[in-house]
């Protein structure tokens, strides 16, 4: 009777859609899940204290471990610890030392190649924020959402570039538990 049941359940976890599993879990990794210029995007989010009452969030690709092909990174830069709504600050990828609430994407294409830099983008006309729903001060856990478009950074040295000159991620949650001291 047990290996009944135990080949039901095996059987029925292999015929499983892998979207209702969720994202993949990378080991010491959050949850960061959005639409990236209108297709799906899945990611691990990772997370650090950038002082006491802000968080650094590092968001990589899922499969990030692989050495060729494309992987994205988003940066989300001193966030808030306080649950609220913030306006993202336009700022230069390289230009990070003491900013608050920035946000920028970096793409590398092959194994040992530069990538393209994008920057966050200015307008009245696209939302640049982050949302902070909630953070836990004993088990460090941050969730939010996040919306934000980017734009190549016009000293971005990718030959050949065959990306996109603006990405859009819209409708992001995110959950990540911050690692490290305060």
């Not at 030392?97 to 920057?119: F, H, K």
């Not at 941050?142 to 990306?163: M, Q, W």
Request: aromatic residues 8%.
């Amino acid at each position: 009777m047990k290996n009944i049941l135990l080949l039901a359940l095996i059987g029925s976890m292999l015929n499983c859609d892998n979207k209702k599993i969720g994202v993949p879990q990378i080991p010491n990794c959050g949850n960061f899940m959005a639409l990236k210029n209108s297709q799906e995007w899945s990611a691990a989010s990772t997370a650090t204290f950038a002082h006491r009452d802000s968080i650094n969030v590092m968001v990589e690709e899922c499969g990030t471990f692989r050495t060729a092909g494309e992987v994205d990174w988003l940066s989300i830069n001193q966030l808030p610890t306080k649950p609220g709504t913030y306006r993202l600050r336009p700022i230069r990828w390289d230009d990070l030392n003491g900013t608050p609430l920035s946000a920028w994407v970096y793409t590398r294409i092959g194994d040992n190649t530069t990538g393209d830099r994008y920057n966050l983008y200015a307008s009245k006309t696209e939302t640049n924020e982050v949302i902070i729903d909630a953070y836990n001060p004993t088990s460090r856990q941050l969730e939010g959402h996040l919306n934000a478009t980017f734009v190549i950074d016009p000293d971005s040295d990718s030959p050949g570039r065959s990306r996109p000159d603006t990405i859009r991620i819209r409708d992001a949650i995110f959950s990540v538990v911050v690692n490290g001291a305060i």
